[in-house]
């Protein structure tokens, strides 16, 4: 199988299949502790930042110069600093918000269900760069490098789709497997999104360094600005940074055995 295009599908579909696990981890892991997803969340941001130099940057580099690269990657990071501020979102802490006094319920629940729908289109923001990087990795025909994004971006999913899935379940959503279910929503925007991407670079191959550039600035964005900071807020910071650091020396480790 060499068809790009196709590539990107199944590689987007793997990415939301993880994603899938990670919200159907809620069915049996109900309550872990917000220690645990910090750490997990840290892992993610480690494989993320690692893989978009590895697998985006540097391949970018080689195929189109340092330039092309360091506009697309300014143009990422333009491109989802303008969605952070103009498409409303927030996250959310894991698990119980507390006691509910007795008249409060019912503001209570709306509360909680807006934040839970900020917090799901949160999740839906991070998805969409991550899905247009591996589509961008398939479409450029480095294999080698797409299937290290396809990875990264998998065991990230794990960690992002049990937290919408927790978050679900705590306001209140229903059950719990219509809470997995909208884990498992959030991810899906990934598979069209890889297919944008393997198209735009397949037939318009002088786009591709900057195509690159964007998808590794775009991530780099999220981590910096989303998944770090919200590792760092609960007085977790060493367990998150040897999550990170743990996340990048697999990605190099990788790297290498990828050859």
Do not use: C
């Amino acid at each position: 199988m060499n068809n790009p295009v196709l590539l990107a599908l199944l590689g987007g579909t793997f990415t939301s299949f993880l994603n899938l696990l990670g919200a159907l981890l809620v069915l049996v892991w109900r309550n872990p502790s917000q220690r645990m997803m910090d750490g997990a969340l840290g892992f993610s941001a480690g494989v993320m930042i690692t893989a978009s130099f590895t697998s985006l940057i540097l391949p970018g580099i080689e195929y189109g110069g340092v330039l092309p690269v360091v506009v697309g990657i300014l143009l990422g990071a333009l491109v989802m600093d303008l969605a952070d501020h103009y498409i409303p979102h927030e996250h959310l802490p894991i698990g119980n918000n507390g006691p509910i006094r007795e008249g409060e319920v019912d503001a209570e629940w709306a509360r909680r269900i807006k934040g839970v729908w900020l917090f799901i289109i949160a999740i839906t923001l991070h998805n969409m760069p991550e899905g247009l990087a591996v589509g961008v990795s398939f479409g450029s025909g480095h294999y080698k490098d797409a299937v290290q994004v396809m990875l990264a971006i998998g065991f990230q999913n794990i960690p992002e789709g049990l937290a919408v899935s927790l978050a679900a379940m705590s306001a209140g959503l229903g059950s719990t497997f219509y809470a997995a279910y909208t884990g498992i929503r959030s991810g899906l925007v990934e598979i069209p999104l890889a297919l944008l991407g393997a198209i735009a670079v397949y037939y318009m191959k002088p786009i591709l360094p900057y195509a690159m550039g964007f998808a590794a600035g775009a991530m780099l964005y999220v981590v910096s600005d989303e998944i770090i900071p919200e590792t760092h807020a609960k007085g977790h910071e060493r367990v998150a940074t040897w999550g990170v650091m743990i996340g990048a020396v697999i990605m190099l480790l990788l790297d290498v055995l990828l050859g």
